[in-house]
């Protein structure tokens, strides 16, 4: 060999060794983007991958799209809307497409199992049937394509969905109410599609207690935020009545507009409110339903404190506690006020506490509890009975 | 040596030798052609990287489009990727160390586990907590984090469940690090004395530090009450950030019925100018305002105050995509919903790009579920347990009669006739619904916490319940011991309660002679069609989150049974 030759075989040798290992680190590198040898499976017609081998050489497909995604603008619940999305072929071979994943199976795009010849169009649609409203949603989906430049095209609508007819508010959240006189607040019902529509009758979960009237009114007075209904053409005012049951504590009901010249045969208004006494009383660990306090178990060493807190409109005198009974003698009480003078709501801390000491094995069940009697200066809450439930250890 | 080799070299090897050197300059030639298609390739790869959202990290002197616009070519309308591989990519790949890490979210809506019963589907509280654990303990990251409100179910706010899982979530946000949550439309709804009350307990709570945080929302009439605080300045990775919130006008309406007495919400307008005073005197390297309003409003305000530097939305879509934009020098964005995404906002306070942004999708190939949720989750658990078993118990105060006016029976007292329905349904997964949430998820074997007494689960696994208001009716399932006659999904949560129909066919049965009016109506009235079981019933369970795959053409061979018509026709 001579060294012209020698010269010739060491470059040949560097170009391939060279050549291998850019094929070898290309091969890995390019692994992750489907082209390995096995193809692509479709999962109920869902490619994850693009499932086209890639074209090297000869004709190739290019894909226009000219519109990637679309406005649905509102849209009223129940309704779909779809959307043709054109995929031309602007290539010199013909151009394949296939479905890819779709965000959260909310669009459903049919792709043809067809070729698109050079010059050729095809559309795909993509339709969406929102199953709540939304001030805004965005879904979108992948389509595959053949076309070495563009693989992947995704496809997007966007848009809001309101509930046609609709009330605003969506449910009535009542807050704290008196307990003992007849409390009314009001809302709105509107329409953007039905002009005759009418309230025939409303139904009640509890007619004795929660009820409602209506009369048209202007339909500008429907409140215009982003995901209620807009620019209503008829607008009705809901008033509600809730009237007192002798109790105090939260309660929750609903009430069924019966419609007609409408879609909607009736239209379901979730109403919850709590019946607040003159001293209203929250806590973590106390259930205003059955006043009861829930000490858990604790240590007979330790003992036990838990807060509540008391609201109250101001009478005239700092609420004090005059005296306390413990059916156990194990609970004592205390009273702080923690609002400043003046405030339009008075608020104070009640500190219940089980007293270290107790018999281990002491248990007070929701069936067998302990009672806790609280006297006031209150004038319209003299007593105060709580029932507490714990186990010492 | 190489003349004298050769010259002795068999001529079979000399051939063999002239083939070597030939495939050597071949895979030369193929390797050189390969490389140099590469160069040739270069451009569509830098491309790709213009699209990925890394490379879109916001500058303060660009301002980008709030979505990417409706591209006119196809060079602008596409991302060149050949597979959906993102989920697999590493968190924050490209980020260099960071001052620190903003991570914020919002509307988890209640998700406290992946969005809905699949875990296929992305979120959950213990991805989460996993994604902050790669960020501080793998990357060694300062990590500040806040969630905008929206923590409850809309439909489910007013059910004392919602307490409970509210008490859980603080929790579980609290020893994520969280340092602020601020007030949305469903923490509103808790109503103002419910909140108080919850931010009470946690004032005292050893170790608890994320207040909420609200600049123009008053509770009680009263602004000593400690909550919620106007803004917080916080420390976090040797920089200051003061981050404030507020309940935009928007959403106000649905809270509108609370008296005055207890809510007062003013316009944002309005009480944010004196709360940025305020902040700004603080000097904070970083300012931040979670709006909870519309993706529309809140980008106003965002226009309106320049002064911060993160404005996140909680409005906009569920799913947003990876879209961001810059609104001058403000990062806007929407936090995405049902617990989903963390948002990521990576400070490099005087560099080129002075923030990177990544929306994280928590997806189960790349997040554990933290242990220290599952414990959290336990005691969520067995809280719900011991109140569920407490008859006159709030959270089983809210309770209604079946609007029909009838009660449950029972599948049993159905197979009294329908011998043949009741042997497919008795075969079918229906029949394990109630036993399912003892057992979980196959792939979760082990680590699986019973969900028996969680009314979000009963009401789809068992019968008497409004599936959607997770509210069980007057006489709807309890609990094994209590009413067994109603374990599973039976016959009577598609067809309605069935006391009527059995009274009137066994009255028929005994007096004989041809059906009443009053039959015929009872009959009627607990037909269900396919077209309405497609339509109404079975979507009220199988929906969207909770059964992803859920193709009514394809489920409904393994519940159909035989008809009275059908056995009819059958003879």
Known sequence: MNMKSMLGAFLALVLAVGGTAFLVARAA????????????????????????????????????????????????????????????????????????????????????????????????????????????????????????????????????????????????ILGEIPWDKDFETSGHFATVSYKDMEIESCESSDPEHISATWSPEDAS????????????????????????????????????????????????????????????????????????????????????????????????????????????????????????????KERYELTIEAKPGAVVGTVFSVNAPDDLMIKTNHPKVPEILFKAKYIVQ | MDRFHTDVLPRRLRTGKVALVAVIVLIAVAGTLAFLSHFSSAPSVAIAQDASPKSKAPSKATPTPRKAPEPTSPAASVAKKNSLDSKAQPIVKDWPQPAFVLAITGQMHGYIEPCGCSPRQSGGLARRSDLFRQLREDKKWPVLAVETGGTLNYERVTRHQSVLKFNMILDALNGMGYRGLGLGTEELQLTPIKLFSVYSERNVQEGFDMPFVAANVVLLGSTDLGTPQAYRILDIGGKKVAVTSIFGNEFKNEVSLISKDELTIADPAVALPPVIAAMKKENPDAMVLMSYDSSEASRATAQKFPEFNVVVSAGGADDPGEEYEMIGDTLFFVSGMKGKHVNLVGFYPGEKTPMRFERVELDQDRFK???????????????????????????????????????????????????????????????????????????????????????????????????????????????????????????????????????????????????????????????????????????????????????????????????????????
């Not at chain 1, 949603?137 to 997007?156: C, M």
């Not at chain 2, 006739?417 to 619904?433: D, I, K, Q, T």
């Not at chain 2, 002679?513 to 979507?539: D, F, I, M, Q, Y």
């Open chain 1, 29 to 172: 590198k390019a692994k992750p983007v489907s082209t390995t040898s096995a193809a692509p499976v479709p999962v109920n017609g869902v490619y994850r991958e693009n499932p086209f081998p890639t074209v090297v050489e000869g004709p190739k497909s290019k894909v226009s799209v000219p519109e990637v995604n679309f406005k649905f603008g509102a849209m009223p619940l129940g309704e779909d809307r779809s959307h043709e999305f054109v995929f031309k072929n602007e290539g010199d071979g013909p151009l394949k497409l296939a479905k890819g994943p779709l965000m959260c199976k909310c669009t459903m795009p049919d792709v043809p199992d067809q070729e698109v010849k050079p010059g050729e169009s095809l559309s795909i649609k993509l339709t969406w049937k929102p199953e709540e409203t939304a001030e805004e949603f965005y879904k979108n989906a992948v389509i595959w394509t053949n076309d070495p430049e563009n693989p992947q095209i995704t496809l997007s609508v966007e848009g809001k969905v309101f509930e046609d007819p609709g009330a605003s508010p969506r449910v009535y």
């Open chain 1, 221 to 344: 007075n429907f409140p215009q935020v982003e995901g209620a209904l807009q620019s209503p053409i008829k607008s009705f005012a809901v008033n509600v009545k809730i009237a007192p049951n002798g109790q105090v504590g939260p309660f929750s009901g609903w009430l069924k507009l019966k419609l007609k010249n409408c879609i909607a045969t009736e239209h379901k208004i979730d109403v919850f409110g709590n019946r607040a006494g003159p001293i209203a009383i929250h806590g973590p660990d106390y259930q205003a339903s059955m006043s009861l306090i829930d000490l858990k178990r604790f240590k007979s060493a330790e003992g036990k404190k838990t807060r509540l807190f008391m609201f109250l409109a101001p009478f005239g005198e700092e609420l004090k506690i005059t005296e306390v009974v413990s059916k156990s003698n194990l609970l004592s009480a205390t009273l702080a006020k923690k609002s400043q003078d003046g405030a339009e």
């Open chain 2, 369 to 571: 579920r933290d242990p220290a949720i599952r414990k959290l989750m336990q005691e969520y658990q067995d809280r719900l347990k011991e109140e569920w078993l407490t008859p006159g118990s709030e959270v089983r105060a809210f309770t209604f009669p079946h609007e029909s006016g009838h009660q449950f029976v029972g599948a049993k007292a159905c197979a009294e006739c329908h011998a043949s329905a009741y042997e497919v349904w008795e075969g079918s997964n229906h029949a394990n619904a109630t036993a399912s949430l003892l057992d979980g998820r196959p792939e979760e074997k082990g680590e699986w916490i019973d969900r028996t007494y969680d009314p979000e689960c009963l009401c789809c696994h068992a019968t008497g319940w409004d599936a959607s208001g997770a509210i069980p009716y007057t006489d709807g399932f309890i609990d094994e011991k209590t009413t067994p006659h109603l374990l599973g999904n039976q016959c009577e949560n598609c067809h309605g309660p069935g006391s009527e129909h059995v009274k009137l066919e066994k009255e028929l049965k005994a007096k004989g002679g041809a059906p009443s009016t009053a039959v015929a109506a009872s009959r009627k009235a607990v037909h269900v069609s396919k077209a309405n079981a497609e339509k109404k019933v079975c979507l009220k369970c199988h929906d969207f989150d909770n059964s992803p795959k859920f193709d009514f053409e394809k489920y409904w061979p393994d519940i159909a049974h035989p008809t009275p018509e059908s056995e009819k026709s059958a003879k």
